[in-house]
């Protein structure tokens, strides 16, 4: 029944399921989930697969188990993940926020539908990106990032899974129904060409172990359960042993540790990807399934003598702010593609500060964004 | 929260002291709660069970009960509020050597926690789930529980309870646990035997201990602190073997007390390993991690 982990090799492949391939080649070994649409597929490959690596697949009564649930199997010192939609998504709000807390390593996957509610179950939509950034209750600091394609994902979750184990926080991974359910062709590599990372391990007398100690790129080595620390772990606000301590001195310490390793290592964590920006007059800033559709409007906007270019965002939160401004010095104005009525735009236009222009090519979901909508808005709008 | 100052020149170690985060002490309890009790009794029976504790997990949702998850010696965790017994499903499929406690309130693990326990219950999720049940919400001060009597009074019920409580043992036996018992507090031998028991045995183990709230439970209900305590002496029945059906409770006429259920059937990873995972039976391959 032992299959490998990393099925080398060229695939026609959807994006749920180059996802879970993915997240199998980064090392999980563990997914706890709850069926929706257009998430499923990730369960049900996952269901299929862990058995086959020694890892193990369950189905929770609902969101709120799933992620409960990842949490605890990330404390026994194992890879894991869980995939849903916007309504599981909210519900898995409340465990994020525990495990941004308790800095807990773990990939969260949502392949977005229209919303609110129950909305567009089976079409697709960006619009779960601020809820991404600010669901759960508190400050906080998170990592998403947004593959363009069912090739993409599959890296992208190797990523997804190393950012998760270095900076010890649960990731998530905002795709989309379009990029769920297409398939394309996916190569998946030799398993010794993957870089993976593991989250740093405690040294010294594990008496004196403090778990939320940070090491020096601000994060704090972790142990698993049943290693003799005797950790105490709680969504408390905790001092660096873990207790509970509920002063201002110790909630300070504790956001500015949580919030720290993300903001002081934005080199290492933002990915970001051009197309014709070197020279541009206009930033069209995209992500996800529309940046395809951006991309193609830039190079068809470039053969009527429109100076466009696209900057690809594939790191969202933290927000690659340096790269907006760097750009609102030199172009004459921006103009954002998402399926949604304006989220990453308002982060665009804050990072841009009045200098220049911008306008938002977006719709409230159910379809992708025509790239000749965007041809308009450079044609109309410049 | 007022903090009794340490005497230097201390008594002899308690001889639970091994397992207690002594520098946690003292602990948030209130005067008259039985809590700490029900607590002690999980230490003694976690002592006395002779599992290797370096390998046993307690975990907590939110409540009063929760709090004990941070004062125990070994690997705790204090989730959110009705979350333990998934965090632990979690922690104990990724390492099936892991003995797993689930030490919480009757608010926690049958209100907003009612599905997952219902849920890990039927899955014969191996795991020992101590309910503390104060027949109340008492860190936030007093409201009705799905646990309260009918027509008692709570903050939230002022003219007494229009809610019927549910009976836990009979709850737990209907969804699948294949341990069930109940004590009180004031039982400490019989419920240190039960904990016991339920450790050591596989599959999904629920033990109620029931534990006065005089600060909030009892100051609105014409309870004395000591009154609770009397009811529990002149009115448990001890049953064994009762029909859980049976075991509704009722200050009047009894609280039937005893251990209800105790077979056994597969446990999930048996039956996971036994479909999924055939080599890890021949194996015997510990954590999905080693």
Redesign the interface.
Known sequence: MTKPAVLTGEYFMTGDVACAEGALAAGCRFFGGYPITPATEIAERMAIRLPQVEGCFIQMEDEIGAMAAILGSSWAGVKSMTATSGPGFSLMMENIGLGICTETPCVVVNVQRGGPSTGLPTQGAQGDMMQARWGSHGHYEIIAIAPSSPQEIFYLTITAFNLSEKYRLPVLIMTDEIIGHMSEKVIIPKAKSIKLASRPRPKGRKDRFKPFAPGPNGVAPMPAAGEGYNLHITGLTHDEKGYPVMDVETQTEMMARITEKIQKNLDDIILTDSYLLDDAEIAVVSYGVSARTSMAAVAEARKMGIKAGLLRLVTIWPFPEDQIRELADRVKGFVTVEINLGQIHREIERCAGGKVPIFLVGHSGGTIIHPDEVVKMLKEAF | MQKIPMTPNKQPDHPLDDLI?T??IPHIWCPGCGIGTVFSSCLAALKGSGIDL??T?M?SGIGCSGRA??YV????????H??AI??????????P??NIVVFSGDGDLFAIGG??F??AARRNMDMTVICVNNLNYGMTGGQVAATTPHLAKSTTTPAGNPETPFNLPLMAYACGATYVARWTMLHIRDLTDSITEAICKKGFSFIEALSPCPVNYGRRNKQKPLDMLKLYQEKAIIKNDADPSTLDIDFEKGIILGKFIDLDRPT?IEH?DKI?????LQEN?P???S
């Open positions: 985060r520098d946690r370096q390998k997990v975990v998850a941070g010696k070994l690997d705790s965790f204090h989730t959110t009705g979350r998934p965090f632990a499903t979690g922690l104990k499929l990724a390492n050597e892991l599905n997952h219902i849920h999930f996971y999924y995972r055939p080599s890890r391959v954590g999905l991690n």
